[in-house]
């Protein structure tokens, strides 16, 4: 059994006619795997990620048939019950280091906090394993660092600080959310190399919000691409980058600058992701698609499996055999 | 850390000499002058007034005179009042625990009731509650201060009895003076009843004074509030599995009490701009009284000193303030 299953996740922003930021969403992770949920900005990673912890507010709505995690359906579980396992079994981090720690309290302090929530340690126990957590996300001169408050460290050190956080209480699940966005180039290869480690050691799973594909093929067994708030294909790494089946995803290969080595100009896709008020009809795709058809124009495709995994195209690319 | 406090101390003499020219010019172009309040309304024979004025030394040029105040403060001597012929430090002094009792109890009153219906708000941003507390701190801050303490009086101490109409205690009580607080001093006596007597006293005058400072606290716990909820860390707080509880007070109140901090102790002033009219609708005895009534009495020294000290106390209590936003935002206190 999945350590994380979604099933036909949507969340609304406004009543329930709104346009959903997450429609209809299937998602599951295996213990110990790592998943890589990618896509631009706006297509529903972080959202759906933040749902599945329970922290979309009003007037955000959450609708799925369930959020399992570890054999809990966290959709029906009341506040205190939820805290429990949040921050605990389940934790994230976040995109912004610098601005995701609370400027008035001592790294310490911000890590001790997650201890006595959900591991029962007080006092001199706490601030000792505080101490092993910061040494074991690298952070040189650990001890010292325990009284520094957050704006006296770099980003990079804000994000083992954060890691450090988020491992406390030894998460079977880790969603890391564009851990690396907010970085330097040279910083980025080392937080990547530190969850990679952290993900073995402990064996947890990882979810991986990225944009960066580059990060995806080092470390994800698994991708998700996203477009517009749907899944468009599922595939396991490398096949997904090699034969990718859905026309998104072979625009985005297509768009890393170094596959264009050589040409005269990036390959992009033309278009912007559709907002609000010009949903099309048909495939979400469509009106950016190049192979598109009539009947792409008509009809919203489901997600299909197939043989590699699963793509949302009723003309899938790279297929020997035909989609059902 | 230190040049800092060196920089706010240097700031202190400019704004010194600027209170003392300001008090100096103010309570001159008043028409009148002390020797004629003190003679009455009846024509004074003008030898008379001029020998009393000349006693005074209020004969002499404006310039002249002010040098003399000048120079007098320089050998830390406030003079002493033209009515009762007592220093004007003693009078101050012993008047001032009044006032500052006052003023504490305003601000007790304003700073709880304020953090509280703020951080309320907040939470219920756009509820009736909201609205509601928005909508009464803008008439509280709106409202005159002479005429919402009358409304008070007269609500509650002439038509529901329930406090006293002015004063600081019952006369049946005799309080020995210790400590200056009445609160406190009745605790020390072993008169009955003087400590609850003292506090019915206390509450009404605390409320009128208290009433700006509150809606100001009010609006701006709520606003620093709502910012300080859309914050990162906040997400991070709960994403910790924290209760709600601890994300808003801990996590959240902890940051927006930063800049409403600030703003208590800008009140201060407020506070004791507020104290001269509410003591005088209370008939409370402390400092704003005795500035009002040596006003009418054009008893200069006492005005001039008299300002200055509160000028000066305001200034102290702005640089103790932001000692202490130094002290709550730890970004500003790892400066330098």
Redesign the interface.
């Known amino acids: 059994m999945s350590l994380l299953d979604i099933k036909n996740l949507s969340v609304r922003f406004g009543d329930a006619n709104a346009v959903p930021v997450v429609d209809g969403l299937d998602i599951s992770v295996d213990k110990g795997e790592v998943l890589a949920i990618v896509g631009e900005s706006g297509s529903g990673k972080s959202v759906t990620m933040m749902a599945l ?1 329970g ?1 979309i507010e009003a007037p955000g709505r959450v609708n799925a048939d369930s959020l399992q995690f570890d054999g809990t359906d966290m959709l029906r579980l009341k ?2 019950q ?7 079994d389940l ?2 981090i ?1 995109q ?1 280091p610098m ?7 001592t790294v310490g302090f911000q890590i001790e ?2 201890l006595r ?2 591991m029962g340690l007080k006092g001199k126990a706490a601030r000792q394993r505080a101490l092993e957590l910061l040494e074991k996300v690298e952070i040189p001169g650990a001890s010292s660092r325990l009284e520094a ?1 957050p ?2 460290l770099s980003g990079g050190m804000s994000q083992r600080v ?1 890691i450090a ?1 988020a491992i406390a209480a030894e998460p079977k699940l880790l969603i890391a959310d564009e851990p690396t966005t907010a970085l330097d180039v040279t910083i980025q290869a080392q937080i990547m190399e530190l969850l990679v480690n952290l993900q073995r050691e402990q064996d947890m799973a990882l979810v991986l919000i990225t944009h960066d594909l580059a990060v995806v093929a080092e470390t994800a067994q698994r991708v998700c691409v996203m477009y517009a708030g749907q899944a468009v294909e599922v595939g396991s790494v490398p096949e997904l980058f090699n034969n990718p089946t859905h026309p998104y995803t072979e625009a985005l290969l297509k768009a890393i600058p170094e596959h264009s080595l050589g040409a005269e100009r990036l390959s992009t896709l033309p278009g912007i992701v559709p907002g609000r008020y010009d949903r099309p009809q048909g495939c979400l795709l469509s009106p950016r698609c190049p192979y598109v058809q009539e009947q792409c124009r008509q009809q919203r495709p489901a997600l299909e499996a197939h043989e590699r995994g699963a793509v949302r195209c009723f003309f899938p690319l790279n297929l020997t055999s035909e989609v059902a | 850390m230190l040049s800092f406090i060196a920089r706010r101390l240097g700031l202190l003499i400019p704004t010194f000499f600027g209170v003392t020219l300001l008090t100096f010019a103010l309570i001159r172009m008043i028409p009148g002058d002390p020797v004629e309040v003190m003679m009455g309304e009846r024509r004074v024979d003008p030898a008379m007034h001029a020998e009393a004025l000349h006693r005074l030394g209020l004969d002499k040029p404006l310039y002249a005179q002010y040098f003399d105040y000048i120079g007098n403060l320089a050998h830390g001597d406030l003079g002493e009042s033209l009515r009762t012929r007592e220093s004007v430090w003693h009078e101050f002094i012993t008047l001032f625990p009044a006032t500052l009792e006052l003023s504490l109890a305003a601000l007790l009153f304003a700073g709880t009731v304020g953090l509280i219906a703020g951080v309320i708000a907040a939470l219920k941003r756009g509820s009736l509650f909201d609205h509601g507390v928005m909508g009464i701190s803008l008439a509280g801050y709106s409202m005159p201060i002479f005429w919402w303490g009358l409304l008070l009086i007269m609500f509650f101490s002439v038509w529901l009895g329930w406090t006293p109409v002015s004063g600081r205690i019952d006369l049946l009580y005799d309080i020995e003076p210790r400590t200056g607080f009445m609160l406190i001093d009745t605790l020390l006596s072993d008169e009955e009843g003087a400590f609850v007597d003292a506090l019915q006293h206390l509450i009404l005058p605390a409320v009128v004074l208290g009433t700006i400072p509150l809606a100001v606290i009010a609006r701006m716990t709520r606003s620093a509030m709502l910012e300080v909820l859309r914050e990162d860390y906040v997400r991070t707080a709960r994403a910790k599995g924290l209760s709600p509880a601890r994300v808003v007070f801990v996590h959240g109140l902890r940051n927006a009490l930063i800049p409403v901090l600030t703003v208590i102790g800008l009140q201060v002033g407020t506070l004791l701009a507020g104290a001269v009219l509410t003591e005088t609708i209370f008939s409370w005895p402390g400092v704003g009284k005795w500035l009002i009534e040596s006003i009418g009495a054009r008893d200069y020294p006492v005005v001039q000193n008299g300002i200055l000290l509160i000028a000066c106390l305001v200034i102290m209590v702005n640089f103790v303030v932001d000692i202490l936003y130094g002290l709550a935002n730890p970004r500003i206190r790892h400066q330098r």
């Open positions: 912890m922290l506040g205190k939820r805290r429990n396992i949040i921050g605990k934790s994230m976040f912004d601005t995701a720690l609370n400027p008035s309290f906090e997650v929530q959900h408050y704006h006296q954060a956080m």
